[in-house]
């Protein structure tokens, strides 16, 4: 069975939430069929090409997602918010007629816990100052802090990486490396 893909210009990671503006009527019926059959579809991020309209080339590991809300806006648009549950690897995917994409995927193994050492605190209370900001407080996530999976995953969707970093990170399946390779982004960021 294939599942609906959705290319964006962002890396969503598990247990993250991201908010979405739905108006192409392909997203809307996949939205539709979804809740209609209580499945998810799979976030993938854009290698090139645009989220609206045409066509697009993305990478093969993104991530299965569930719906969490949905609203009508004040632009008069469906406003959705989707959380991220598995890393997924794309095994095979086509464009159907109506533009939607959707491929077969295999859910990748849950990276295991590892408890936050000692020396990523400052990653922790670096995160913590990220999620006051309003726009990210309204999507309501429960993080871990001692976990180093949160930790990290929230880190590589908050933190201005470029797209082929953030998808690096999403990739890796030891939290700890995750967050080694944070601490050394950022260290290059300040010089």
């Known amino acids: 069975m294939k599942t ?11 247990m993250g939430r991201i908010p979405l503006q739905l108006f192409e009527p392909r997203y809307l019926d996949m939205l539709s069929e979804c809740m209609k059959t209580d499945r998810g579809f ?3 991020l854009i290698k090139e090409g ?37 890393k997924v690897l794309l095994t095979d995917f086509s464009q ?3 533009g939607l994409y959707s491929g077969r995927i295999e859910h990748l193994i849950e990276e295991a816990y590892a408890t936050l050492p000692d ?3 400052e990653l922790a209370t ?18 871990d802090y001692a976990d180093c999976r949160q930790v990290g995953w929230r880190l590589v969707e908050l933190l201005p990486l470029t797209k082929k970093e953030k998808q690096h990170l999403l990739e890796l399946t030891d939290p700890l490396e995750r967050l080694k390779q944070i601490e050394d982004f950022l260290s290059l960021m300040e010089q």
Do not use: W
């Open 119 to 121: 020396e990523y605190l």
């Open 50 to 86: 645009s989220e609206v309209g045409g066509g697009c080339d993305f990478y093969s590991i993104g991530t299965y997602v569930r719906l969490v809300d949905f609203r009508k806006l004040e632009n008069g648009l469906l406003g959705i918010t989707i959380e991220g549950t598995s």
């Open 4 to 14: 609906p893909l959705f290319p964006l210009n962002s890396v969503l990671c598990p």
């Open 126 to 143: 670096l995160l913590e100052q990220l999620e006051r900001h309003p726009a990210i407080q309204a999507l309501n996530m429960d993080v």
């Open 42 to 44: 799979v976030v993938v």
């Open 96 to 98: 159907g007629a109506d």
